[in-house]
Every structure is written in structure tokens, then in C-alpha cells.
């Protein structure tokens, strides 16, 4: 941990906010782990949760004062980009850890398109359900909704990671989680998985299309971003299938080919949180969903080095900073 200087008001679409708690995430690991080198010490982080301080002059949306949830891709909201819904592909987009929210305060630009204000002053209990939806929940409900979850359907989960966790809520009548640590097990099952699957590769698959009549599930969340992940989630799927993918793919490869004969749909990306946000804010506000789950261990900031520690030795799952 360095000390940096308070961040300022620059542009008059910016907000700055004092955070009240951030995370760390599986895609965080890659710099951590070395494969995705770093040109020297920098800041990190993308997921936040706050309270205003400053807002530039052009913002009218939040003040200071206000609670705010944010997505980890700061954009304007008025290019076609943005009016279809895929935020985190604007042109003029500011990726979150370019600014780095495992801080104290971060400077958020384009604030009013941005940051959602909570309904109120939440309690502590419902901050780390807030701070799920900046990533992990979106990007999870992101997902589903690229594999086409719903009724009547099975929906396998590659990957124990948060993001597999949080991906349960549109009415699937079958989850099936693949995991072959016991305590992620565990975890899955309380977010409504009905299977589990333990085994990876071709095997999982397999398990996975026995489980379904031999057809495979109708819809396939892939959630890690590596070579093999990607293979199992599109053999884990039936012909006509979908396959939501969220994991980031460092160095991963796919062939064409086995895509074009699987006859499976893929669709995902970096996931647009903030089309869900407002959804996602209002169903932890209410209590009908309680994502806070997917937070195994909480450190302080200051300890941040110990959470990445636990996690990339899987001692945890997800690691919630406070500051």
C-alpha cells in the first residue's frame, strides 16, 4: 500500500467520493499472479461503494451526501453505444482500475451517468450486498441473461467463483453448479444450486450432460476465462444452446471450428453493470436478494496484501475491503 494525493475535481462531470467499501476481484489475480504485467507500482481496484464528497458543476443527478453504488466502467450515457445498453463499450469509456478503487477516495468522471444513488443511508448490513452489485452481481446477472437463463430451463455454472454464485436469480429450474472445492459447494447450494459437479474438461461435461437427459443444459454460464473453462462450458451445453461468458480470457484459445459444430450460441463480454444497476439496487434495498454471500472474508485496506494472498490461494472466495 502507497499513499497517494487526494483525487480532484478535473472535468465538471466528475464526482469524487469517500469509499466505504471495495473488493477484490478474480480478475484482479491476473496482475497479482504476473500474467498480466504491470509497468510498475499502480493503483487497482474497480469495485465501490461510497459516499459522495465533490461533484463538478455539470452533475445534477447526486450530491454530496449521497450513498452511491458505481459500475466498474465509468461512461456517458448518450452515444448509440450507450443507448443499447452496452455501457462498458462506449467510446469515451473510463475503465475503473485506471483510476483505482482499493482507496480511500476515487474521482468517478461522467458521475451522472455513472453512480446511482441508493434510496436512502443504507445500514451496514446492506453495504455488502450494495457492493456486490458493482461487479460481481451485474456481471453475474450479465451472464445469465447472455445464456439465456429462465423458466423451464437447467442452467450449468462453469467457474466457483463469485461470479457463478451470483448468477441464479431469473427462474431456472435446474442449477448446476461446477465446483470441486467442498466449501464453494457449499456456498452454491445455498444460492439455489440443485447439482453439483466436481469433475472438469470432458469429464464435467459429460457429468453435466448426464444430469440432462443426455442432451446437455440449455443455457451455460462460463465464469473463469481459461481455455479449458471455455471448452467445458460449450460441451456442458445442448445444440441450440447459450453460453453467457464473463471470465476474462488471459491467454485463452478457442477454435472456430469446435464452436461452429457445437451448434452453441456464445455471447457475453465485458458485462454492461450498469444497464442492471437501478434493477439490482432496488432488489438488495428490498431484501428480496442478498448477494453479500459471495464476501467469505473482510480486511481492511490496509490489509489488502493478506486478501490477495487468501484468494489467490483459494482460502477465499471473495475478499471485501473497508476502509
Same mark, same amino acid.
Given at each position: 500500500?502507497?499513499?497517494?494525493?487526494?483525487? !480532484?475535481?478535473?472535468?465538471?462531470t466528475d464526482a469524487v467520493i469517500r469509499i466505504t467499501a471495495s473488493c477484490i476481484c478474480g480478475s484482479d489475480l491476473w496482475p497479482y499472479r504476473g500474467l498480466a504485467p504491470l509497468p510498475g507500482p499502480s493503483q487497482i481496484g474497480h469495485e465501490y461503494v461510497g459516499i459522495v464528497e465533490q461533484t463538478g458543476a455539470q452533475v445534477a443527478?447526486?450530491?454530496? /451526501?449521497?450513498?452511491? +453504488? *458505481?459500475?466498474?466502467?465509468?461512461?456517458?450515457?448518450?452515444?448509440?453505444?450507450?443507448?443499447?445498453?452496452?455501457?462498458?463499450?462506449?467510446?469515451?469509456?473510463?475503465?475503473?482500475?485506471?483510476?483505482?478503487?482499493?482507496?480511500?477516495?476515487?474521482?468517478?468522471?461522467?458521475?451522472?451517468?455513472?453512480?446511482?444513488?441508493?434510496? #436512502?443511508?443504507?445500514?451496514?448490513?446492506?453495504? &455488502?450486498?450494495?457492493?456486490?452489485?458493482?461487479?460481481?452481481?451485474?456481471?453475474?446477472?450479465?451472464?445469465?441473461?447472455?445464456?439465456?437463463? *429462465?423458466?423451464?430451463?437447467?442452467?450449468?455454472? =462453469? /467457474?466457483? *467463483?463469485?461470479?457463478?454464485?451470483?448468477?441464479?436469480?431469473?427462474?431456472?429450474?435446474?442449477?448446476?453448479?461446477?465446483?470441486?472445492?467442498?466449501?464453494? !459447494?457449499?456456498?452454491?447450494?445455498?444460492?439455489?444450486?440443485?447439482?453439483? $459437479?466436481?469433475? %472438469? @474438461?470432458?469429464?464435467?461435461?459429460?457429468?453435466?450432460?448426464?444430469?440432462?437427459? @443426455?442432451?446437455?443444459?440449455?443455457?451455460?454460464?462460463?465464469? =473463469?476465462?481459461?481455455?479449458?473453462?471455455?471448452?467445458?462450458?460449450?460441451?456442458?451445453?445442448?445444440?441450440? #444452446?447459450? $453460453?453467457?461468458?464473463? *471470465?476474462?480470457?488471459?491467454?485463452?484459445?478457442?477454435?472456430?471450428?469446435?464452436?461452429?459444430?457445437?451448434? =452453441?450460441?456464445?455471447? @457475453?463480454? +465485458?458485462?454492461?453493470?450498469? %444497464?442492471?444497476? &437501478?434493477?439490482?439496487?432496488?432488489?438488495?434495498?428490498?431484501?428480496?436478494?442478498?448477494?453479500?454471500? $459471495?464476501?467469505?472474508?473482510?480486511?481492511?485496506?490496509?490489509?489488502?496484501?493478506?486478501?490477495?494472498?487468501?484468494?489467490d490461494e483459494r482460502q477465499a472466495i471473495k475478499v471485501l475491503l473497508t476502509t
Amino acid at each position: 500500500m502507497e499513499e497517494r494525493e487526494d483525487p !480532484q475535481i478535473i472535468d465538471p462531470t466528475d464526482a469524487v467520493i469517500r469509499i466505504t467499501a471495495s473488493c477484490i476481484c478474480g480478475s484482479d489475480l491476473w496482475p497479482y499472479r504476473g500474467l498480466a504485467p504491470l509497468p510498475g507500482p499502480s493503483q487497482i481496484g474497480h469495485e465501490y461503494v461510497g459516499i459522495v464528497e465533490q461533484t463538478g458543476a455539470q452533475v445534477a443527478t447526486v450530491k454530496p /451526501g449521497d450513498f452511491v +453504488v *458505481g459500475p466498474f466502467v465509468a461512461s456517458g450515457d448518450g452515444c448509440e453505444i450507450c443507448q443499447a445498453g452496452f455501457r462498458s463499450y462506449c467510446p469515451n469509456r473510463v475503465e475503473m482500475p485506471t483510476i483505482g478503487t482499493q482507496a480511500e477516495k476515487a474521482r468517478i468522471p461522467f458521475a451522472d451517468a455513472t453512480l446511482i444513488a441508493t434510496p #436512502g443511508q443504507p445500514g451496514a448490513e446492506l453495504i &455488502p450486498s450494495l457492493l456486490a452489485c458493482s461487479d460481481v452481481l451485474g456481471t453475474g446477472w450479465f451472464a445469465a441473461v447472455s445464456a439465456q437463463d *429462465g423458466p423451464d430451463k437447467s442452467v450449468a455454472v =462453469v /467457474g466457483d *467463483g463469485a461470479v457463478g454464485r451470483a448468477a441464479k436469480q431469473l427462474g431456472a429450474d435446474r442449477i448446476i453448479a461446477v465446483s470441486r472445492h467442498p466449501e464453494r !459447494q457449499k456456498l452454491a447450494l445455498e444460492f439455489g444450486a440443485t447439482d453439483v $459437479v466436481a469433475e %472438469r @474438461g470432458e469429464d464435467g461435461a459429460a457429468h453435466v450432460k448426464e444430469l440432462t437427459g @443426455g442432451y446437455g443444459a440449455h443455457s451455460t454460464v462460463e465464469a =473463469v476465462g481459461t481455455t479449458e473453462s471455455l471448452r467445458q462450458a460449450i460441451h456442458a451445453t445442448r445444440p441450440g #444452446g447459450n $453460453v453467457g461468458y464473463v *471470465g476474462v480470457p488471459v491467454g485463452a484459445q478457442l477454435d472456430p471450428m469446435e464452436l461452429f459444430a457445437s451448434g =452453441v450460441q456464445l455471447a @457475453g463480454g +465485458v458485462a454492461p453493470v450498469r %444497464r442492471f444497476l &437501478p434493477e439490482l439496487i432496488q432488489l438488495v434495498w428490498d431484501r428480496k436478494i442478498n448477494p453479500d454471500k $459471495v464476501f467469505d472474508l473482510t480486511l481492511p485496506l490496509d490489509d489488502a496484501a493478506e486478501g490477495y494472498k487468501a484468494m489467490d490461494e483459494r482460502q477465499a472466495i471473495k475478499v471485501l475491503l473497508t476502509t
